[in-house]
């Protein structure tokens, strides 16, 4: 099982940006994937997911409205489109998976990471 975050770059505040999340080793359809963010000096924490069995999402309070999580069963690949980026979305973005079928955002429930790709939202 692999992950293979990309799409971090530099980009002004209100800007957009997609991250891609590809897996191999496994089937998109028999996992949940997870979108963790860690900002400078803080832990991280789970911002986003989405189930493969039925397509569920979900999404904390700070992005909300902003952010939508999305897959590519075909391409085996998840997406995170960021909009209207705010400055504290700064931070190292890494997707995670589990086998399993319940979204969630709480980084014990995931097994496989991906490397991480950094975001940052400046002038």
């Known amino acids: 099982v692999q992950l293979q975050a990309s799409g971090g770059g530099l980009v002004q505040p209100d800007g957009n940006l997609r991250l891609s999340c590809a897996a191999s080793g496994f089937s998109l359809d028999d996992a949940v994937i997870g979108w963790f963010r860690q900002a400078p000096g803080k832990e991280r924490v789970g911002i986003a997911s989405i189930s493969g069995f039925d397509g569920s999402t979900f999404y904390v309070n700070s992005v909300r409205g902003r952010f939508t999580v999305s897959r590519d069963n075909a391409k085996n690949t998840v997406y995170l489109q960021m909009s209207s980026l705010k400055p504290e979305d700064t931070g190292v973005y890494y997707c995670?998976?589990?086998?399993?079928?319940?979204?969630?955002?709480?980084?014990?429930?995931?097994?496989?990471w991906g490397q991480g790709t950094l975001v940052t939202v400046s002038s």
């Open positions: 995670a998976a589990v086998m399993a079928r319940i979204i969630s955002t709480m980084e014990s429930t995931y097994d496989y």
